[in-house]
């Protein structure tokens, strides 16, 4: 069972920011996929078109497509090379300038930063340590025994309600701290609705 996170009476601030679109300039899940091999990335989307499809219909989650995806572009292959990989990687990023300097303002009032995104652990990982998040809560990849990518989740994918749901298993009701919030899409809702004050897509909705 997991615990709630003990933190100091002066950090009873939590900034909780999304990733893709919100901090970068662009999605970066296909891109880390691309970089990792063009050739095998072509191929899971072909295999995976009418998965892909369906959800771009609507017919179908977006847990389902990308775990479609996930297990054709990335199955077996070995987690500690792919967090290697993306050690250097991550520094290719483009971000977005203002929704940095508002990390920078959170961090410098020593409030406690929280990455809280969709994308996988595999290497935003390495996404929260460059950037100096203080917890990360996303999507992780399930691993075998032997260290390789089975292509699945551990857990659910963290989007929509899953975000606020980890983060309040994490650090309890948003009602005993004052949450700050940072999106740019549907997933982040939730969130944004919980929180205090919050950001969409760079425009301050709840000042």
Known sequence: MATQTQFPDSTRVIAAFDFDGTLTQ??????????????????????????????????????????????????????????????????????????????????????????????????LEEVARYLGFDDLICTRMAVDPQGLLTGDFDGLNCWGPEKLRRLTERFGSPQRYELHAYGDSRGDQWLIDAAHHAWYRGQAVKP
């Open 26 to 123: 662009r999605d970066t899940f296909v891109p880390f996929l691309a970089h990792l091999s063009r050739v095998r990335l072509l191929a899971a989307l072909l295999r995976t078109a009418p998965a892909l499809t369906a959800f771009a219909l609507r017919l179908r989650s977006n847990e389902d497509a990308k775990r479609s995806l996930c297990r054709a572009a990335l199955r077996g292959r070995s987690r500690a090379e792919l967090v290697h990989i993306a050690r250097a990687w991550v520094h290719t990023i483009a971000l977005r300038p203002a929704l940095i300097e508002r990390l920078r303002w959170h961090q410098q009032q020593g409030h406690r930063c929280v990455l809280v995104s969709a994308s996988p652990d595999i290497y």
